[in-house]
């Protein structure tokens, strides 16, 4: 029954009954207002596929006849008989006397053969076809006039071009009513102007039928060298044809070397025009080389300029064989740029990558001047354009860039305007090259749901009010947090006289690193160690601070996890990876051992946190904080734990610092003995009970009776207390895990905020998540 209803309507309208069977009719808009010149136009001007076969076609016949001109230069080979066709040459005794003159004698008495300038021979298959090439160039030439005029016909007949037109071709066509005009001298030549302009159109259509951005700089160059081409082919053959007429007659190559050498401003004298005609032309030529180069070479500078502003493109042959990355600004600050150039090419890994700036802001004077650095000019590149445009992100080869960083605009006051315009270019860079990671940095934090298919997303303030929130309950962590991400190799503030101004220095160059502990120098011999044992070690022989330890046997869905400061009952294994503070990685260290010291120095009180650790292993709870360590039956001092010194130093040659670097064996044959003198990190190494004097090269373990740091031990004893280790907030640390056993026990009403009560034995962080 749906069917029956379903063909009601056709049956109704034409009897038909089934909607296959209609029939179908192609319609054609706009028939009855396409006139005949409208179509004409439509075919050899507004559509570009068509208009670019046509002037290609043009530009071949063009190039033709200058071929065939030479073709006959190079056959016709007796000026002086010359005559038009069909004709008896006349008496020219004259001609051949004045030939076998001297150029002295010749110039004394010249004699003009008229006949030579006038008359050429053209065999009559050449003249056929370039009867031929002729008249099709005439047709064309008309008919583009036709199809150009608007209402003014002078303005078409007085075009340089359509003359030129008009003298390559009328003659030709008078050749067929007039035999004897077949010799007559034609200026064929000058199709080098036509052809010139043929290849500029034709390129024109192959940009828009390609729809393709063009160079300016590479046409306005191309143009030039075919002007300057068009110059010397028809100064070459005007003087050519000229001198046939003179006492020298010179071939093509005789003319080029007398045309080159005019031009260049040379001027041997070998070849000299000796008849007036010949000598007007060349003051004509050189009339026209002085008025034409030099508007080319203002319009190509002109270019030049505009392209340096706009800073050119990013070359697809260079995207193909170098890696790139593409930084989009807003806007280009000096401070901004340098910070990202500076942090950027501090990873040694980066050192071979080439940095796009593409910003719709012109550069400033500062740029323009840090650009121009040799270290900054030969890697970075600077565009001129906008995310949001294609075209630009092309010039830039985003979508064959390793990483797309969008850096947020400072200059706004509003923070929710300047976020939209980055989540705009962030969605247009997304849409461009989906497969480009992309690093986005806004300041709203309710705008990073806009931006979550970015690789990283750093908010500014959810990053600046974490910090300042950790300031409160960790004083300094937003000085340590600047620190450790600002790039530097610590020698800031070396040559100052303050001491504390020399440490402040030393220590900002610190970052935070990462070595597998079976491959690490640092930290390999306190396998089967606890962590608190092999920080405090590690600290005191090397000078590097471990901070955080990812064990190798966590769950899956904890594999990504990084405890801070689990505790001491956290033991060392070969596989655990270890995050440690240092001036720089441990592959680019060399390490020195310092000579023995029997003295103990009162400088070691110094380090503050190693004398308040173990101070607080004490036995005695009412040891007070600060005090020096206790001294053994000998009178040494037992915080020394008998180590002797090693001191970190970075190689000349390494690398300045950088992101933390992948798991690297370390191999102790490249490792190098020297001395050091840091008087922040200074102990001394003694002989020990236990070893034996020859072995004491290597960090002496702790003797079994004064091991206050081991696993045993701080069970043993209750009621002590230690310093708390308070979390930072999630914001911070998102992706870390802060081991920490106090969060479910409350402290005690006479302990102090920053220690909690110890009642029971730690646990390790492993057999927290277990």
């Known amino acids: 029954m749906a069917a029956v209803s379903r063909h009601t309507s056709y049956n109704c309208l034409a009897g038909w009954d089934s909607y296959d069977r209609i029939p179908r009719v192609r319609v054609e808009y706009y028939v009855n207002e396409n006139t005949f010149k409208e179509r004409l136009q439509l075919y050899f001007i507004k559509n570009q ?76 298959y050449l003249w056929l076809v370039q009867v031929v090439l002729a008249m099709i160039s005439l047709a064309e030439a008309i008919l583009q006039a036709y199809l150009g005029y608007k209402g003014n016909i002078w303005q078409q007949i007085l075009s340089f071009h359509f003359i030129l037109e008009m003298v390559n071709t009328v003659p030709f066509a008078l050749t067929v009513p007039f035999p004897p005009l ?33 160079s300016a700089l590479s046409q306005q160059l191309m143009i030039l060298c075919v002007t300057l081409l068009c110059l010397v082919f028809t100064s070459v053959c005007g003087i050519q044809h000229f001198q046939r007429a003179g006492h020298r007659h010179l071939n093509l190559f005789q003319a080029t070397y007398f045309v080159v050498v005019t031009f260049s401003t040379v001027g041997y004298g070998d070849f000299v025009p000796d008849i007036w005609p010949s000598q007007l032309f060349m003051v004509i030529m050189i009339g026209v080389a002085l008025v034409v180069l030099p508007t080319q070479f203002e319009q190509l500078a002109f270019t030049w300029m505009e392209r340096q502003k706009l800073g050119g493109s990013y070359s697809s042959h260079r995207a193909q064989s170098e890696r790139h990355v593409v930084v989009c600004s807003t806007t280009l600050h000096a401070d901004t740029i340098m910070d990202f150039l500076n942090e950027f090419y501090a990873h040694p890994l980066l050192q071979d990558y080439y940095v796009v700036l593409l910003s719709p802001m012109e550069l400033d004077t500062t740029m323009r001047m840090i650009l121009q650095v040799p270290i900054w000019a030969q890697r970075v590149i600077y565009i001129q354009g906008s995310c949001l445009k294609d075209t630009d992100l092309i010039r830039a080869r985003m979508n064959e860039a390793e990483a797309c960083f969008i850096l947020a605009a400072r200059n706004y006051a509003d923070k929710t305007a300047a976020d939209e315009h980055t989540i705009l270019r962030s969605w247009a860079v997304k849409d461009f090259a989906p497969d480009v990671p992309q690093y986005v940095q806004i300041f709203r934090p309710e705008n990073k749901l806009h931006v979550k298919f970015a690789e990283f997303v750093v908010c500014e303030d959810e990053f600046k009010y974490a910090l300042l929130a950790n300031n409160c309950t960790c004083p300094g962590a937003s000085t340590l947090v600047t620190l450790l991400l600002h790039t530097s190799r610590g020698q800031e503030g070396q040559q100052s006289p303050e001491e504390w101004h020399r440490l402040y220095g030393k220590c900002s160059g610190n970052e935070i690193y990462h070595i597998v502990l079976g491959d ?37 869905f904890y594999e990504e996890t990084i405890l801070l400061n689990p505790g001491p009952r956290h033991i060392m294994k070969a596989s655990d990876t270890c995050y440690y503070m240092s001036i720089t990685k441990e592959e680019n260290s060399a390490f020195v051992v310092s000579e023995k010291q029997t003295e103990c120095k009162p400088s070691l009180a110094k380090d503050q946190t190693a004398c308040s650790l173990l101070s607080s292993e004490r036995k005695g709870a009412d040891a ?139 646990r390790s962080p492993s057999e927290k998540i277990a």
């Not at 010799?183 to 024109?204: D, G, H, Q, T, Y």
């Not at 004491?696 to 079994?704: A, E, I, V, Y």
Request: net charge negative; glycine share 4%; hydrophobic share 35%.
């Open 49 to 124: 596929r068509s208009s670019l076969r046509i002037r290609i076609v043009n530009l071949f016949f063009k190039i033709l006849a200058c071929l065939l001109y030479i073709f006959r230069v190079c056959a016709d080979g007796d000026p002086i008989n010359a005559t038009c066709y069909g004709c008896k040459p006349g008496n020219k005794s004259e001609f051949e006397f004045s030939a076998n003159l001297t150029e002295e004698e010749f110039q004394e008495h010249p004699i003009i053969n008229w006949d030579g300038i006038v008359w050429v021979h053209r065999p009559l």
């Open 182 to 214: 077949r010799n007559l001298f034609i200026p064929v030549f000058l199709n080098c102007w036509l052809a010139k302009r043929s290849l500029e159109n034709m390129f024109n259509d192959l940009h828009r039928a390609m729809q393709k951005s063009q």
């Open 520 to 556: 690490s120098r640092f930290f390999g011999e306190y396998e089967g160690k606890s962590f608190t044992y092999a920080s405090f070690h590690s600290h005191r022989k090397y000078g590097v601070a471990l901070v955080g330890v990812r064990p190798a046997e966590l769950p899956e």
């Open 624 to 762: 007070e904080e600060g005090a020096c360590p206790p001294r053994r039956a000998d009178g040494t001092n037992t915080a020394q734990f008998d180590l002797p010194q090693v001191v970190l130093q970075a190689p000349a040659s390494s690398p300045p610092n950088a992101s933390p670097s992948r798991i690297n064996t370390v191999s102790s044959a490249n490792l190098t003995v020297a001395s050091y003198g840091g008087s922040d990190t200074r102990t001394y190494m003694k002989d020990s009970p236990a070893t034996d004097s020859a072995t004491d090269s290597h960090l002496l373990l702790p003797r079994t009776d004064n091991n206050y740091l081991s696993p045993d031990t701080l069970h043993s004893r209750r009621g002590s207390r230690r310093p708390s280790i308070l979390p930072v907030p999630d914001m911070v640390t998102s992706s870390l895990n802060i081991a920490s056993d106090n969060q479910d026990e409350e402290p005690e009403a006479d302990m102090s905020e920053d220690e909690l009560e110890d009642n029971v034995p730690w």
